[in-house]
């Protein structure tokens, strides 16, 4: 079972990823910022973590730079799934040690593909 951290601000979007990754391979686990990831993280065993970028408290960018600074969490894969854009903000993430950043909407087989690929890699 691979335990995945879903973190949305958005409720639908948590609901709609979990919905596309609910099979027998993987167990969600909600979050609603960075803050509550980090919090998460703390209590439960995560393998990869899906998360947004704009959101209220701690951003998807805080998130990574807190993770990927951290001795026990900085081994586990990122995926930003978000609707920005912006060539620099792209940026920004893969130098914060983001795996892979993938542009919302995209189709159900397109997130499954790319987290079997990262998982494989670790
Ligand atoms: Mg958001």
Redesign the pocket.
């Known amino acids: 079972m691979i335990n995945i951290l879903v973190v949305?601000?958005?409720r639908v979007?948590r609901k709609l990823i979990l919905n596309i990754l609910n099979d027998e391979n993987f167990h969600c686990i909600e979050a609603e910022n960075g803050i509550d990831a980090l919090e998460k993280l703390v209590i439960k065993n995560v393998d990869l973590i899906i998360t947004?970028?704009?959101?209220p408290q701690m951003s998807g960018l805080e998130l990574v730079k807190t993770i990927r600074s951290s001795e026990v969490y900085n081994k586990i894969p990122v995926i930003i799934l978000?609707?920005e854009k912006n060539r620099q903000e792209q940026e920004n993430c893969l130098d914060a040690g983001v795996n892979i950043y993938l542009i919302k909407p995209l189709s159900p087989e397109e997130l499954e593909t790319n987290i079997n690929n990262l998982l494989k890699k670790y």
Do not use: G
Not at 52 to 55: A, E, G, K, T, Y
């Open positions: 949305d601000d958005s979007i947004d970028l704009n959101m978000t609707t």
